[in-house]
């Protein structure tokens, strides 16, 4: 009987053993897996204000440089992602455009690749949105640009639909190089992200800088691209549309003349137009816009974000 009893006491012994090192096999695996995905993506910024940027970096050379098919995405929007303009081969980033409408909270973005065996795998960042700090303002316009007549009204969602099919047809090949500069030099006098009473009336939040420019005053180019949109819409004035490639778009709203025309490949620095007073405006100014993947996002910190990213 005592032989029986030690001999069960050994058997859960080796049982218990065998337990602990199986429950800290997959405590090891786990812990690698989780080194591995952070170690595959990594932001420049975990912590960005709606209506701000922040750059993924892919590093895939590390990881499995045959690997194919990578997707970045962020809330429902996918991330457009190109090679490291300095580093190796295999080292991919994304600019993540957090769009002004978002509130505070921990998200997450999610990429997938097919790795060289053929296999489906996945990893996820952590971002967290914090609330930005916007003002208010007001602003005296035309009545009409408040409360638009049905014939405008008609126009202005023919305007949007050709906006929105512009913005979602961005070319798949990187057309900036180098840093992007402002259109003109002057002091801003309207930040971006501004909440915006026209008339007293809450209508929008601002999604540009506005920069100081009297009528007639040369507008240029932030970087090369193409020209997407050369017109004037009943908002915007006469407005021009730059796409430069992989999800990034640059405007600049309420020209007095327009230089370029839709289709037009155009250097950084190209004089496109002149500023004016066209649209819905208090006076002469330049509007520049810049959205990414689909946000609208901060010009200022936008060219911050570049300027860091080809300093690396």
Known sequence: MKFDLLRSCKS????????????????????AAEGN?????RLSSAKVANGQVTVLEV????????????????DQNAIALFQHPLKPEGIYCGLVGIPISSTPQKTVIKLE????????QSASVPLRIV???????????????????????KRIKAEKKEIRRIYTSSSDTRLWYGNFIKPLTSNTTSVFGTQRL????LQSYHRGTDLRAKT???IYASNSGIVRLAKNLFYSGNIIIVDHGKGIFTNYAHLNKIDVKAGQHIARGDQIGLSGATGRVSGPHLHWGVKIN???????????????????
Not at 37 to 41: E, K, R, S, Y
Not at 294 to 312: N, T
Request: charged content about 25%.
């Open 113 to 120: 690749w097919t790795d060289s065996d053929g296999r489906l």
């Open 59 to 74: 590093n895939l050379r590390d990881r499995d440089l045959a690997a194919t098919d990578l997707k970045a995405r962020f």
């Open 12 to 31: 859960i012994r080796r049982l218990l053993v065998a337990c602990v090192i199986i429950m800290a096999s997959a405590g090891c695996a786990a812990a």
């Open 37 to 41: 995905q952070t170690a595959v993506a």
């Open 216 to 218: 007639g005053t040369p």
């Open 294 to 312: 689909g946000a609208y996002v901060d010009p200022l910190q936008f060219m911050i974000v570049i300027s860091d990213l080809l300093a690396q």
């Open 198 to 201: 026209f008339n007293g009336e």
């Open 131 to 153: 609330e930005g700090n916007y003002k208010k303002e007001a602003l005296r316009v035309a009545p009409r640009h408040v409360k638009p007549s049905p014939k405008n009204l």
